[in-house]
Antibody, heavy 122, light 107 residues
């Protein structure tokens, strides 16, 4: 059974930093692209970032480009999202999602974690 | 960026009804269109991928169709557990984009 467990969320001040982690199990982690998708309170889903299986290519939404960095450690079956220069509009539940295959290309979010809440407020 | 527009934004229906939700892309996305169901406080769940392929374990009352710019999600006979919010999502190009969601409520 695929399991994705996010951690690292919490309350942070504007301009601060947080690092989210997603521990994966139940599948061959190194064979799949991984993503982060967020959902602001009462709003819809917004794709944030994707990293391919090897970690060699990464993709970002314009809203986070230059501030967030996605990475993965295939030896630990874990992906990360380093979030810097946080803004109030980054407040959301952040979901870790397993992609359908190794690349982002033409696929889908096959499995989702339960999410971790990030609140940016002074 | 490819804009995804769902209609309606909300819908009231009864158990046993046949329901159709529409998703329109701002440009052709071939069949790279996926559908998700989300219940309050829960993570989204994949229902349909590649426009019409049913994800394993999803009841057969769910079906998807379309290609190019116009897509539909149909629930043939609503069950109590189907009341939720539904999202379409394109993976034709980055940035990956979602529709705004359709909230399906009990009449």
């Amino acid at each position: 059974e695929v399991q994705l467990l996010e951690s690292g969320g919490g309350l942070e001040q504007p301009g601060g930093s947080l690092r989210l982690s997603c521990a994966a199990s139940g599948f061959t982690f190194s064979s799949y692209a991984m993503s982060w998708v967020r959902q602001a309170p009462g709003k819809g889903l917004e794709w944030v970032s994707t990293i391919i299986d090897s970690g060699g290519s990464t993709y970002y939404a314009d809203s986070v480009k230059g501030r967030f960095t996605i990475s993965r450690d295939n030896s630990k079956n874990t992906q990360y999202l380093q979030m810097n220069n946080l803004r109030a509009e980054d407040t959301a539940v952040y979901y870790c999602a397993k992609y359908s295959w190794a690349s982002w290309y033409h696929g889908y979010f096959q499995h989702w974690g339960q999410g971790t809440l990030v609140t940016v407020s002074s | 960026d490819i804009q995804m527009t769902q209609s309606p934004s909300s819908l009231s229906a009864s158990v046993g009804d046949r329901v159709t939700i529409t998703c329109r892309a701002s440009q052709s996305i071939s069949s790279y269109l996926n559908w998700y169901q989300q219940k309050p406080g829960k993570a989204p769940k994949l229902l349909i991928y590649a426009a019409s392929s049913l994800q394993s374990g999803v009841p057969s009352r769910f079906s998807g169709s379309g290609s190019g710019t116009d897509f539909t999600l149909t629930i043939s006979s609503l069950q109590p557990e189907d009341f939720a919010t539904y999202y379409c999502q394109q993976s034709y190009n980055t940035p990956i984009t979602f529709g705004q969601g359709t909230r399906l409520e009990i009449k």
